[in-house]
């Protein structure tokens, strides 16, 4: 077989692979050197014997104006990456169509020298196969086809296994994110040719081929070349109109849809003008929590990941930064931490999905205690507000008065919490009410509320032998929370989700009976979470407690709810997207080695 050497226009300067894919293409669009396939050359067997066949690269470049797109096809499928030199890669050889097409190659094609000054010869990854009497220029091989024309094959390149294969799942990634699978349409699979049919079954084949075994690329694909012309991919911002700009409503953040808490910029975030919460609250009773909190925060029974979740404990034990870090950890890095608010033993946090920081006032926070002459605050309040797009929110976190026989001490509570919290300060107000929960839309309050089962505990205990709804419902006709609020002493304007689980107070800590000691406490639905909304419904999801955590002698009570929301103005204080990014980072460092050991990941509640 003859043997050329390439020339630019027979003047003897030698072009690289570089310049030539620069002509050849005004993409910034580049393939990666990933997913080559094995192609056995007639006249070369002889010349590499290793245990692993060298790869080689065929290139078809459909020559045309300098500043025209080349089409590059890679086995019926097409791949890729920014930043990298578009390679072809054929089950088969394939000769020129023209005359034209291997005129182009013969004035373009490249040297062994160019070639090395942008590959590293030192690289082990990534090595130009040696040859007999190779030569300063690359000397390629021609072929003799059907119709007598010539075409070209590249120097064969050798890559090693590991590069193979890493940047064949970089591709897949790639693809997986830009071109995500999609089912064909009937009417297009009936189109398809039998070489697109062949050609795609042979790339899934040379996919398989380097793909480690139990990948989670397997059930994965490329992206094929009519996926690839119809997708249309619209990078950056939307483009503004200087129109948009002069309009009152954008300079002035009115209601229109230039405000940033306006209606437009809500309906792309929550088309049907809802918003989803996690709410919980638990007594821990001065314990360290389990290392394990899923089964807190992300029950079996929840479906979606909620926009917030709330959390409120009380007796909370350990150190404040250590419990806002657990929860980050098991929340992940979708959502981060609001804010947060401290008052004795009372936690109060708030995290929420991190692409809604934005639309946000700057949160405001408040306390009372019950107790004002005790520095060690076990009674009492601590409330955050703020307003999103247009809807003031208000979470109240408290602990009552206990005790059965102290019912009008802690209505007496509840009104002196609601009398003597002064939010909002800085979100603009019409009229100032007395009562706090009527200055803002929507009022959640979560706590140990220490109301109790008004019943003899034997009685309550009889019942609960043969648990169920109709045993819970029987038990709240005396549960002094309903009673009070029939009667309109407390907490008469809020409404309660159906309780459909038992009692939450009081167990022996570390097992799930109730309390066996000299106390002999009535078991009471202590634990609640309450709500109203004077603009807009609210509707309680779900509404239960978490039975398998057994450190403190209450059940953690949690609640799945969705608010109404409304467009804003942007004449409120914004938070500007501020979260706890120390709390974040050390969250993301702990999932990072949770995820490592299998021990902790499997480590149940206590």
């Known amino acids: 077989m003859d043997h050329h050497l390439l020339e630019d226009g027979g003047t003897g300067k030698k072009m690289g692979l570089a310049r030539l894919a620069k002509s050849c293409s005004s993409s910034s669009s580049m393939n990666s050197l990933s997913g080559v396939e094995k192609m056995k050359n007639k006249n070369d067997n002889n010349d590499v014997q290793e245990d692993r066949k060298p790869e080689e690269f065929s290139m078809d470049f459909h020559h045309s104006s300098p500043g025209s797109r080349v089409v590059v096809k890679q086995s019926g499928t097409v791949t890729l990456l920014p930043s990298k030199v578009n390679v ?60 007598g024309h010539h075409s070209h094959l590249p120097p064969q390149i050798k890559r090693s296994n590991s590069l193979t294969r890493l940047s064949e799942v970089i591709n897949q990634i790639h693809n997986l994110c830009m071109f995500p699978a999609q089912p064909i349409p009937a009417k297009e699979k009936s189109s398809e040719s039998n070489y697109k049919t062949s050609k795609s079954l042979t790339a899934s084949a040379s996919v398989k081929e380097y793909e480690p075994e139990g990948s989670l690329l397997q059930h994965c694909r490329s992206a094929s070349l009519d996926e690839l012309t119809s997708t249309q991919i619209v990078p950056g911002l939307p ?60 029950p079996e029974a929840m479906e979606r990941v909620p926009d917030f979740f709330v959390i409120g404990t009380q007796e909370s034990g350990g150190s404040r930064s250590e419990w806002e870090v657990r929860l980050q950890a098991t929340i992940g890095p979708s959502h981060v931490l609001f804010t947060s608010a401290v008052f004795g033993v009372l936690h109060l946090i708030v995290f929420m999905r991190r692409d809604l920081l934005w639309f946000c006032s700057v949160p405001e926070e408040d306390t009372y205690s019950l107790r004002p002459g005790i520095a060690y605050k076990t ?98 006709q005396w549960d002094q929370l309903s009673q009070a609020r029939n009667r309109g002493e407390a907490f008469s304007e809020f409404e309660e989700g159906p309780i459909t689980f038992a009692p939450t107070f009081k167990y022996d800590p570390g097992t799930d009976h109730y309390d066996t000691s000299s106390k002999q406490r009535v078991p009471s639905y202590t634990d609640r979470i309450l709500f109203k909304s004077s603009r807009g419904s609210v509707k309680c999801c779900s509404y239960d407690a978490c039975p398998l955590f057994r450190t403190s002698d209450h059940k953690p009570v949690s609640g799945m709810f969705q608010c109404q929301i409304r467009p804003g103005k942007d004449d409120v204080p914004f938070a500007a997207g501020i979260f706890n990014r120390d709390v974040y980072l050390e969250a993301i460092r702990r999932r990072k080695q949770f995820m490592r050991q299998p021990a902790l990941r499997n480590c149940p509640v206590q």
């Open 88 to 147: 072809v890669s054929y089950s088969g050889y394939q000769s020129c169509e023209n005359v034209n097409t291997r005129t182009s190659i013969n004035e373009n094609l490249c040297s062994f020298e160019s070639v090395g000054q942008s590959l590293p010869s030192g690289d082990p990854d990534f090595q130009l196969t040696p040859k007999e009497n190779t030569t300063s220029c690359v000397t390629l091989q021609s072929v003799e086809g059907d119709t």
């Open 239 to 298: 483009s503004l109109l200087p129109a948009d700009l002069k309009r009152r409503n954008y300079l002035f953040g009115g209601l229109g849809n230039g405000s940033l808490l306006g209606g437009k910029e809500l309906d792309r975030y929550f088309p049907n003008r809802n918003f989803t919460l996690f709410i919980a609250t638990w007594n821990m009773n001065g314990k360290e929590p389990p290392v394990n909190l899923e089964e807190f925060l992300l």
């Open 379 to 476: 009674k009492g309040g601590v409330a955050i507000g703020f307003q999103f797009f247009g809807t003031r929110m208000l979470f109240i976190n408290s602990h009552l008065t206990a005790h059965e026989e102290k019912q009008a001490l802690r209505i007496q509570n509840f009104r002196n919490i609601c009398h003597s919290l002064e939010l909002p300060r800085l979100l603009p107000q019409k009229h100032k009410h007395k009562d706090v929960t009527h200055r803002y839309d929507c009022v959640f309050w979560l706590g140990d509320l220490n109301f109790r089962l008004a019943v003899d505990r034997d009685y309550v205990l009889g019942k609960l032998k043969k648990p169920g709804n109709d045993t819970y419902q029987h038990l709240l």
